[in-house]
């Protein structure tokens, strides 16, 4: 026992009497069993939100872009508001895979899974927007770098737009290696235990073949560790690549060089508030309080209060350069976001993503699970606005007064938005019921060294 | 000489991994352990070499990091040097700026994909592989060993039982 040593002030991350054959059993049930009407009653509506959405799509595609509320001031809206919210959504799952497999965070592993899927699935969504946006997308072939039939005309790597083309694809592709090679022991879990021969065909096409052998586990470990390595800088990027479509612009409120620190931080903000959001719901849904405990709650909170003030501080400080520059143009445009016409935005901002994480400096706050799910959908509202505030409201001001207008979203727009929401839900429901929803096997590695009756039985007879 | 093997199934990872250190200072030859979860020391318990995939990621990260290179250079100085932004199409070193997060998503790129693959390559991991671990219960709770046999039999079967195996089985290896 003394190899799994772990101080006794660190609280137990599996609670109860576990053995690795109930790890085995719990994260099998959701899969094995029957979904319940609740599920049910949530992937109708989502289902149905998803086709009014997908109906939205294709009216867009059928008629063109003017189905949008866009006018010729404000020429991007909703679109990229929500392609960047979907993609900082995105970043929390990497980050809990990533950058905590590097600092040997053990609690990762039992929200890795769903952070990752969740991950893979808000990335898709924000995938669609630019599709979408290009109006033609059976053109979308045209952002790749292959020669076209006007001659050798290339795409223009000047162009952050391109840059996004290539992170994203990366982004997407490499998080879903990343999640799939470590789905492959737990799908070999569910492989083995299928009695019905229709899964133990799915499972087994889905595990690849894996047989745990000593050697395939120092590989495994070894591919892990790289992954995490590369993708941590990579999720980084991204989000500055994104917040490049906008900073290496000549527009006052977007022209600004604190943007990719900003944005990363707001993404990872954003992100583990959906984290919460989803791993709350299904902590109780799926039986998981074991694994999924308050402890990682707590933990989930403390993050969001980080980079909840860091985000803050980006707030802060974009007043004060707008100010301190001296150029009338961006001082207008601060000035006009926080009293113009879209200051109700500005402030729903404010207060969604400033003031309401600094209640988790109260334990009793962040120990409580429903003010948790209350605040993880609060940032999640508030990041939205921080997006829109970005975007619209320095676009709405143009340099010429007489092209000054306001925004406002057709049915069109909304119906995009909502299909997006109900698509994402439409695909982490349907993970829910066939997936390993924990790294079970990850969780094994850690039962002697943070499962609360190993620590019992360790403390009880300390030297 | 047939390849007999006996597997001995454990159900618990300490106990497995004295039981593999006293069949090796027995001078047993271990053909393969199956185990449910990474335990940690095992392959070095084992005397496994270590896995040099890291170092491939890395050749891969740099075909990467080259490709993407001659690729922009190709495309944006030597066959259509375009003036864009007044950005300097006429040199390489001048534009390599604007090229500098396409050339980092392409190193992430070719090492994380080229080396997933090699890793499934050299595992034999793929859709439609058969898993070959022989006893179902080594991806839920319990370990399994298998060492061949060379000599007596009986003696190797009582020697395993002695480190603490539940089941022992044996088998001809294919």
């Given at each position: 026992m003394a190899s799994h040593y772990e101080a006794p002030i660190r609280e137990p991350l599996i609670i109860g009497d576990k053995s690795y054959h109930d790890i085995t059993k719990d994260v099998a049930a959701p899969v094995e069993g029957k979904a319940n009407k609740q599920w049910w009653i949530v992937f109708i509506i989502s289902m149905a939100a998803f086709l009014?959405?997908?109906?939205?799509?294709?009216?867009?595609?059928?008629?063109?872009?003017?189905?949008?509320?866009?006018?010729?001031?404000?020429?991007?809206?909703?679109?990229?508001?929500?392609?960047?919210?979907?993609?900082?959504?995105?970043?929390?799952?990497?980050?809990?895979?990533?950058?905590?497999?590097?600092?040997?965070?053990?609690?990762?592993?039992?929200?890795?899974?769903?952070?990752?899927?969740?991950?893979?699935?808000?990335?898709?969504?924000?995938?669609?927007?630019?599709?979408?946006?290009?109006?033609?997308?059976?053109?979308?072939?045209?952002?790749?770098?292959?020669p076209n039939q006007f001659g050798s005309l290339w795409t223009n790597f000047n162009s952050p737009l391109l840059w996004d083309v290539f992170a994203i694809s990366t982004y997407l592709s490499v998080s879903l290696v990343f999640w799939w090679t470590g789905l492959l022991p737990d799908f070999a879990m569910l492989r083995d235990r299928a009695v019905r021969p229709f899964q133990k065909k799915?499972?087994?096409?889905?595990?690849?073949?894996?047989?745990?052998?000593?050697?395939?586990?120092?590989?495994?470990?070894?591919?892990?560790?790289?992954?995490?390595?590369?993708?941590?800088?990579?999720?980084?990027?991204?989000?500055?690549?994104?917040?490049?479509?906008?900073?290496?612009?000549?527009?006052?409120?977007?022209?600004?060089?604190?943007?990719?620190?900003?944005?990363?931080?707001?993404?990872?903000?954003s992100g583990f508030?959906?984290?919460?959001?989803?791993?709350?719901?299904?902590?109780?849904?799926?039986?998981?309080e074991a694994y999924i405990t308050l402890q990682h709650i707590e933990l989930m909170n403390i993050i969001i209060m980080v980079t909840g003030s860091i985000v803050g501080c980006a707030y802060i400080t974009e007043l004060f350069v707008a100010w301190y520059s001296g150029v009338e143009y961006e001082q207008y445009a601060f000035l006009n976001r926080a009293t113009g016409p879209y200051a109700w935005a500005y402030w729903m901002m404010m207060t969604c993503n400033v003031f309401s994480p600094q209640f988790m400096w109260s334990k009793k706050l962040r120990t409580s699970i429903i003010f948790s799910f209350g605040i993880s959908i609060v940032v999640n509202v508030g990041m939205w606005?921080?997006?829109?505030?970005?975007?619209?409201?320095?676009?709405?001001?143009?340099?010429?007064?007489?092209?000054?207008?306001?925004?406002?979203?057709?049915?069109?727009?909304?119906g995009i938005y909502v299909g997006t929401i109900g698509f994402f839900f439409v695909l982490f429901l349907l993970y829910a019921r066939t997936f390993p929803v924990i790294a079970q096997a990850e969780v094994k590695s850690i039962l002697k060294s943070s499962g609360e009756n190993y620590k019992k039985l360790r403390d009880g007879n300390h030297e | 000489m047939s390849s007999k093997v006996v597997q001995a199934l454990y159900n618990d990872d300490d106990v497995l991994m004295h039981a593999v250190k006293e069949v090796r200072a027995a001078d047993h030859h271990i053909e393969e352990v199956f185990t449910p979860f990474p335990v940690h020391g095992l392959d070095k318990a084992m005397g496994l070499p270590h896995t040099?995939?890291?170092?491939?990621?890395f050749c891969y990260g740099l075909v990467g990091l080259a490709f993407a290179t001659w690729m922009m250079n190709y495309m944006m100085i030597q066959n259509w040097p375009q003036d864009i932004g007044g950005k300097p199409?006429?040199?390489?070193?001048?534009?390599?700026?604007?090229?500098?997060?396409?050339?980092?998503?392409?190193?992430?790129?070719?090492?994380?994909?080229?080396?997933?693959?090699t890793f499934y390559m050299r595992s034999k991991l793929w859709p439609f592989k058969e898993a070959e671990n022989p006893d179902p219960r080594t991806t839920d709770d319990m370990f399994l060993m298998e060492v061949s046999v060379k000599g007596n039999e009986d003696e190797l079967t009582a020697f395993l039982q002695n480190t603490g195996a539940v089941e022992i089985k044996v088998t001809e290896k294919h």
């Open positions: 009014w959405g997908a109906g939205c799509m294709l009216y867009t595609i059928g008629t063109g872009i003017g189905t949008w509320g866009l006018n010729k001031t404000v020429g991007w809206a909703w679109d990229i508001t929500n392609f960047v919210w979907w993609v900082g959504i995105g970043h929390a799952g990497t980050l809990i895979s990533a950058v905590l497999l590097l600092f040997r965070q053990k609690w990762r592993m039992a929200i890795n899974r769903s952070a990752e899927a969740m991950t893979i699935f808000a990335v898709v969504q924000a995938g669609l927007f630019p599709i979408i946006h290009m109006g033609r997308p059976w053109m979308g072939y045209w952002v790749l770098p292959i799915i499972y087994g096409l889905l595990s690849f073949g894996w047989s745990g052998r000593a050697k395939d586990w120092q590989r495994f470990e070894e591919v892990s560790l790289v992954l995490a390595g590369l993708a941590t800088p990579l999720v980084l990027s991204v989000h500055t690549i994104v917040s490049m479509d906008f900073a290496t612009s000549v527009i006052p409120g977007w022209h600004t060089t604190i943007f990719p620190p900003y944005f990363v931080a707001g993404a990872v903000f508030a959906m984290v919460q959001t989803l791993l709350i719901i299904m902590r109780k849904v799926c039986n998981l606005f921080e997006r829109f505030v970005i975007i619209v409201t320095s676009l709405h001001r143009d340099y010429l007064p007489s092209s000054w207008t306001m925004f406002s979203p057709s049915f069109v727009d909304i | 040099r995939i890291a170092i491939a990621a199409s006429m040199s390489f070193w001048y534009n390599m700026p604007s090229f500098v997060p396409i050339m980092f998503e392409l190193t992430v790129f070719c090492a994380a994909h080229l080396m997933v693959i």
